[in-house]
């Protein structure tokens, strides 16, 4: 004769239910902190990595140029005379649109002489008139970046199938907290036409820059105007590039990812 025997499956208290979950809470409260650092963490890596691109961009725009130019068109294709799509990222859609300011490497950005660029800042529209600007229109050697995020119009991040001209040519990059990298002379900010104005950020510097706000920077931008709100300058990052001015880099402290003091 065969002899069953019954098992009894004991069930789970709620006692031990309830000790699970707070094991899982207390897990969470562990873990959840240090996954947000690290993920703030390689953001301000990724900061550092991109600031350093955008600047070596513009150096090189500026060696075979003469000029270094708005962040914008960076990613340029060249200038094609025939064939040209309505709606593409080349140069001469940029000129159509924004006919942006640009910085020659040959000229004092502000000595005080009516030859500085403060007030004389050559357009890409000069190209018709100037052979170093027609140089650069018509021989663009771009494009010298290629961003990983950008702005193209309010509440378009990704590149629709049939784009607006107008937000092709302004494919501004975006650091990693979705805010505009700048770009900054010894005057103060380049403004998003690539013209170099007195507006100052909470600190100055004696070169050319590219500047992140970091994670508490904040911006209020659209096509033609950009206005800062950066509570603190001490999470910013940033790179010099171009020729050196009146101070040594180290006047601000911190090395080339460091935290600048206020100008003296």
């Known amino acids: 004769m065969i002899v069953r025997r019954m098992t009894r499956r004991r069930g789970v208290t709620l006692t031990e239910l309830l000790v ?7 897990l ?8 947000v650092n690290k993920m703030e963490q390689a953001k301000v890596s990724t900061a550092k990595h991109e600031v350093l691109e955008l600047a070596n961009a513009e150096e090189i725009c500026g060696i075979m140029h003469g000029h270094y130019v708005p962040l914008y068109m960076l990613d340029d294709l060249p200038y094609r005379a025939q064939g040209r799509p309505t709606s593409v990222d080349d ?4 000129k159509d649109v924004i006919d942006p300011y640009l910085i020659s490497t040959g000229i004092p ?10 007030s ?3 357009r890409l529209s000069d190209e018709a008139d100037t052979i170093s600007i027609k140089r650069l229109y018509l021989g663009w050697q771009g ?12 509440d378009v991040y990704v590149e629709p199938p049939n784009p607006d001209p107008n937000d092709v040519a302004r494919d501004y990059p975006l650091d990693p907290w979705g805010n505009p990298y700048l770009m900054l002379t010894e005057l103060g900010l380049v403004d998003f036409d690539g013209r170099i104005t007195n507006d100052e950020l909470d600190h100055n510097f004696d070169r050319m820059t590219i500047l992140s706000m970091g994670p508490d ?3 209020v931008y659209s096509a033609t105007t950009l206005t800062v709100l950066n509570p603190s ?6 790179v010099h590039f171009g020729a050196s001015g009146i101070y040594p880099e180290t006047f601000y402290g911190g090395g080339p990812f460091g935290s600048p003091s206020p100008s003296q």
Not at 91 to 94: K, L, Q
Not at 109 to 118: K, S
């Open 20 to 26: 699970v979950l707070a094991i899982i809470g207390l």
């Open 233 to 238: 300058g001490d999470d910013d990052i940033w």
């Open 217 to 219: 920077g904040n911006t």
């Open 91 to 94: 140069i001469e859609n940029t």
């Open 109 to 118: 950005i502000n000595d005080g002489t009516t030859t500085d660029q403060e």
């Open 120 to 122: 004389q800042q050559a």
């Open 143 to 154: 494009p010298f970046a290629n961003f990983k995020r950008y702005y193209m119009g309010f």
């Open 28 to 35: 969470a409260t562990i873990a959840v902190p240090v996954y």
